[in-house]
């Protein structure tokens, strides 16, 4: 198992990914997966030292990607993480890998100076465990986010 930043010659899978990811999270019934847009955006992302973009590994397959956004935060201007998404293929789902790949975000969070990081749980059959998993590395309830389409 190995956890690495994502290179170009990654989009093609980090994209399959995502489309993976958002076929199986409640946004599917908000927004359409845009696949052109979203690879364009991981290529900017490649270059943006404030974006961290991950793949995790078995076997040499990709089976995992996660992302971390550094910025200030818009009250205090401290420098904080935010987890952007976290995805494990089925057959990668307890095996480790995640946990590796959420170890690296919050080291690199740490490394880019932030003082807190702030992570997701979307609102779906996944949540409860999500919330368990979150707790026993030491988070704890912030808000809760809310969305009317129009």
């Given at each position: 198992m190995n956890v690495r930043k994502a290179t170009t010659l990654d989009l093609d899978a980090y994209v399959d990914m995502?489309?993976?990811?958002?076929?199986?999270?409640?946004?599917?019934?908000?927004a359409v997966y845009?696949?052109?847009?979203?690879?364009?955006?991981?290529a900017t992302?490649?270059?943006?030292?404030?974006?961290?973009?991950?793949?995790?590994e078995m076997n040499g397959e990709?089976?995992?990607?996660?992302?971390c956004l550094i910025y200030p935060l818009y009250f205090s201007q401290s420098t904080v993480g935010?987890?952007?998404?976290?995805?494990?293929?089925p057959k990668a789902r307890g095996s480790g890998i995640g946990k590796m790949?959420?170890?690296?975000?919050?080291?690199w969070s740490e490394?880019?100076?932030a003082t807190a990081l702030f992570m997701i749980a979307l609102e779906d059959e996944r949540a409860t465990a999500m919330e368990k998993?979150?707790?026993?590395?030491?988070?704890?309830?912030?808000e809760r986010t809310f969305i009317k389409e129009f």
């Open positions: 995502l489309a993976e990811f958002h076929a199986a999270s409640p946004m599917a019934d908000v845009d696949s052109v847009k979203i690879r364009a955006f991981l992302s490649l270059e943006n030292n404030d974006i961290l973009l991950l793949v995790g990709i089976v995992g990607v996660t992302s935010q987890e952007l998404w976290w995805w494990l293929t790949m959420f170890k690296a975000i919050e080291t490394q880019k100076g998993v979150y707790f026993r590395a030491g988070f704890k309830p912030l």
